[in-house]
Every structure is written in C-alpha cells, then in structure tokens.
C-alpha cells in the first residue's frame, strides 16, 4: 500500500481558500475509497468527503457549496478544494485511503482560519 503524503495546508483569513493534495507512493490497487478527515484541538476526528473508486463523492452537511474532493488516477493523488473557510474549518486534515487490503493514513497537514 505504501504510503500517503500530505500537503497544501497553511494559515488563511475567514473567506479564503486552499488546495490539500494527498499523493500514494505507489500505484493504487483494489481502490474502494478515498477521503479526508479532519480533527479540531479536544474533538472526535470525523469525516469531511469522500471519493469512491466510480467517482461518487460525499460530503459532511458542515463543508457541502464549499469543498470539492477529487482524483487523479494517473498521479495516484487526491485533491480537497475548500473554499470560503471559517474559523470552524480550522483542524487538522487527515487523508485515507481504503483498499481491498486494508487503509493506509496519511499523518495529516494543519489547516487555520483566522477571523
């Protein structure tokens, strides 16, 4: 399975965007699922989208009109546009990935919206 590497986090002002990219160190077989996690300072880490294998996403009623989830097979990467960000976005951001397998994590990239 190999594994995740995270990237695009960063501080940004409320309203603002980023790009999260997590790429696999290898070719991904047996693909089921894909998404992100995100967990606040003293909260349940819990899931913010996902993508499946068909190209079906999901997103959590807290980020949908706002977060996009895609994929990009030929790179073995996952992106997560998040736009107009609030404060309450602000956590730290956790890419799996699902296969027949068994998941792999990624360690996860810091995401800070300031007011």
């Known amino acids: 399975q190999g594994q995740l590497v995270e990237s695009g986090g960063g501080l940004v002002q409320a309203g603002g965007s980023l790009r999260l990219s997590c790429a696999a160190s290898?070719?991904?077989?047996?693909?089921?699922?894909m998404g992100w996690y995100r967990q606040a300072p003293e909260k349940q880490r819990s899931l913010v989208a996902s993508?499946?294998?068909?190209?079906?996403?999901m997103y959590d009623d807290s980020v949908k009109g706002r977060f996009t989830v895609s994929r990009d097979s030929a790179k073995n990467t996952m992106y997560l546009e998040m736009s107009s960000l609030k404060p309450e976005d602000t956590a730290t951001y956790y890419c799996?990935?699902?296969?027949?397998?068994?998941?792999?994590w990624g360690q996860g990239t810091q995401v800070t919206v300031s007011s």
């Open positions: 799996f990935i699902f296969t027949d397998t068994g998941g792999v």
């Open positions: 290898e070719n991904i077989r047996g693909l089921r699922l």
């Open positions: 993508i499946s294998s068909t190209g079906s996403t």
